[in-house]
């Protein structure tokens, strides 16, 4: 008897607590926005997930569909980057050579301030979650360089 009450206790659902204004919502969603030419080749779209609510927040969260061909520019960011691969095959090339493939259920890290790039292959659509954390200043987050050409990314593609 005294065994099933403990068991009873054990199992109880934590009670809820209450305490000011509610203050968990669901996230609005901002529209889809496009991949500037500037910093962008091809078509990419690219979906705000997270962003900070506070000042001392820093997390940014955005998913990134690529279409065939499609790649960023050179770039880097100012406290490194974390991609989760979630359809297609990424492309991801560094200045030191070689080029990663990344497949759904892959991550891949890039340290502060390496400088690389990462796009779709020419045949499929690509996506993938970028998470970083905002420079001091956001306008730092990200360095933007020069484009990544059609023979360099032509040569990764086949590598
Ligand atoms: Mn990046």
Redesign the pocket.
């Given at each position: 008897m005294n065994a099933v009450r403990v068991a009873s206790v054990a199992w109880r659902r934590p009670r809820l607590r209450r305490h000011g204004k509610v203050t968990v919502n669901i996230e609005p969603k901002p529209p889809t926005t496009k991949g500037p030419a500037a910093t962008f080749t091809g078509d990419v779209y690219i979906d705000a997930i997270a962003s900070p609510h506070d000042a001392d927040q820093r997390m940014v969260v955005v998913r990134v569909r690529f279409a065939p061909g499609a790649r960023?520019a050179w770039?880097?960011?100012a406290r490194g980057?974390t991609?989760h691969v979630t359809e297609g095959v990424a492309l991801?090339g560094t200045r030191e050579g070689g080029v990663i493939r990344a497949r759904p259920g892959d991550t891949i890290y890039?340290p502060p301030g390496q400088e690389?790039?990462?796009g779709a292959t020419p045949q499929d659509f690509m996506e993938h979650l970028?998470m970083?954390e905002n420079g001091d200043d956001p306008a730092s987050t990200?360095t933007w360089l020069e484009h990544v050409t059609d023979s360099q990314y032509g040569n990764s593609a086949q590598a």
């Open positions: 960023t770039h880097s960011h980057q991609l991801l890039t690389h790039w990462h970028a970083l990200t």
